[in-house]
């Protein structure tokens, strides 16, 4: 099986960017409505292996590819209240938005918000319909430039919803079951991972993609703007087999993609779609340093010069970009770790794990302990993201997370022991994402989890009823605006 990449995909490394700057080609137009959603080019759903290994390694990621037609979910009455082009017109007004003034385009260096700890308040602007029974989210995160965000679910989808305009205006809206996805990409199996490109602005369409990591499939990038598949990056094992990526990282030029394995690490530059890669293993025979298990968390340092992985086995380990070689391990949790952060400083690195209330932040120059920690509620294997708020001098201040009691906590993190200076009841349900705005005070919430049926009481010993009747389930996101209101 031949499984190099084609002349068509093997442009340099810097082609994506200088491709991103000079395109002015007009966007296509909206494609009709579709009865079947966005899925990965296969008749069953299934990725062909003889099949892919041809026709993946021939798209290219700039221009939007030509050669798949793939469907596009754009039904009328799932549009929101605006489209992405008409959030940057509005975004253009706003005084905290830097403007280039060569192509009048939004730029991504917002002046983040002003947000303090003390007298802080959250009120809730929008939320999404409830998803049906079973059909739990499983995070979100804003886009890079703030205009729209993404929605992961336990349907194999990831949503794309528009910022509202009355959000954006920090006003409340009318109707607020009006968060509604204004296109999906479907994949065929669960998705494990997903994150935005990290140049992403919404002046330039071309730059507008995100990344998805899904059971058993290749990493996928899907464009934005239209939905189309743009490209789509194989792991191989060793006996030439798809492998299964369980986190994904852009570095901060989004030049490269970094993918955690199980006990393996794997490299793709954006501009080289295909199988072609650079791997690396995280449990070398001859080092005494090791992370045996899934790499379930991947986060590049802000310059780019180091990277970290947290594992199930509970570590964190530190890398080197460069060549893949661990700078560092240590035992971070006494459970697998789900969540990784580094601040802005490029110093302190924070980390959370599964089934562990604990919240941990470190400085990776001395990794013999944390240099605090703080408590959540997690009482659950699955990934309970956090955040952190950004203030205008570039440095963090507030770290904000969700729990499984449906509570969203706040720490002022300036204090050498941070107690929460901030709680509120934002779900009535596991609270399993938490996004920051890049640049306005707003806070993105997901919820959700796994429920199992519990047994119904029967005059029949021999028969075993199961029955989800009085389980209560919300599986919805929702818009919160920040403030520092003084108390009454």
């Not at 409505?33 to 993946?56: A, R, W």
């Not at 007298?119 to 499983?138: E, Q, R």
Request: proline share 7%; charged share 20%; with cysteine.
């Amino acid at each position: 099986m031949d499984t190099t990449v084609s002349d068509k995909t093997n442009h340099s490394k810097d082609s994506i960017i200088e491709t991103m700057e000079k395109s002015t080609e007009p966007q296509p137009e909206p494609i009709g409505i579709e009865e079947t959603p966005l899925q990965s080019p296969s008749n069953d759903g299934k990725i062909n292996s003889d099949v892919t290994m041809q026709s993946y390694n021939e798209i290219t990621i700039i221009p939007s590819l030509t050669t798949l037609n793939v469907p596009l979910v754009e039904d009328p009455a799932l549009q929101p209240e605006l489209n992405l082009i008409s959030n940057t017109e509005i975004a253009l007004d706003d005084p905290d938005t830097q403007i280039n003034n060569s192509n009048g385009q939004v730029d991504n260096q917002h002046v983040p918000c002003q947000i303090k700890a003390e007298n802080l308040m959250c009120k809730m602007l929008a939320k999404s319909i409830d998803s049906p029974n079973g059909n739990y989210l499983k995070g979100c995160k804003w886009s890079p430039d703030g205009l729209c965000f993404l929605v992961n679910s336990n349907d194999c989808c990831v949503k794309l919803f528009n910022t509202p305009s009355l959000c954006i205006k920090q006003e409340r809206l009318k109707d607020e079951d009006n968060l509604k996805p204004c296109l999906k990409a479907v994949e065929p199996e669960i998705v494990y991972d997903f994150c935005w490109w990290p140049q992403m602005n919404s002046g330039d369409p071309a730059t507008c993609c995100f990344a998805t990591a899904a059971k058993d499939q290749p990493v996928h990038l899907w464009d934005a703007f239209t939905g189309e598949l743009r490209a789509s990056y194989i792991a191989l094992n060793s006996v030439v087999e798809i492998q299964a990526v369980h986190s994904l990282a852009f570095c901060p030029d989004g030049q490269q993609l970094l993918c955690g394995c199980k006990r393996e690490l794997v490299l793709f530059y954006t501009d080289r779609p295909g199988s072609d890669f650079e791997k690396w293993s995280t449990c070398r025979k001859n080092s005494s340093k090791k992370q045996n298990n899934i790499i379930s968390s991947v986060e590049f340092g802000p310059d780019g010069t180091v990277f970290a992985c947290g594992c199930y086995d509970g570590t964190v380990g530190l890398y080197s970009p460069m060549n893949g070689n661990m700078l560092e391990q240590f035992q971070a949790h006494k459970h697998g770790v789900t969540e990784i952060r580094f601040a802005t400083d490029g110093i302190k690195l924070y980390s959370g794990a599964r089934n562990e209330d604990l919240l941990k932040c470190w400085d990776i120059r001395y990794l013999t302990q944390p240099v605090f920690e703080v408590t959540r509620k997690v009482t659950t294997n699955q990934r309970v993201y956090f955040d952190l708020v950004q203030q205008q001098g570039h440095n963090e201040e507030l770290l904000v997370s969700g729990g499984t009691d449906g509570v969203v906590r706040f720490w002022d993190v300036t204090k050498s022991f941070p107690a929460p200076c901030h709680t509120f009841t934002a779900h009535n349900d596991c609270v399993n994402g938490c996004s920051v705005h890049p640049y306005l005070p707003l806070l993105l919430t997901s919820s959700g989890q796994r429920k199992y049926p519990e047994p119904l009481e029967s005059d029949d010993e021999s028969e075993e009823l199961l029955s989800m009747q009085g389980i209560a389930e919300e599986n919805n996101v929702k818009v919160w605006l920040l403030s520092n209101d003084p108390p009454l």
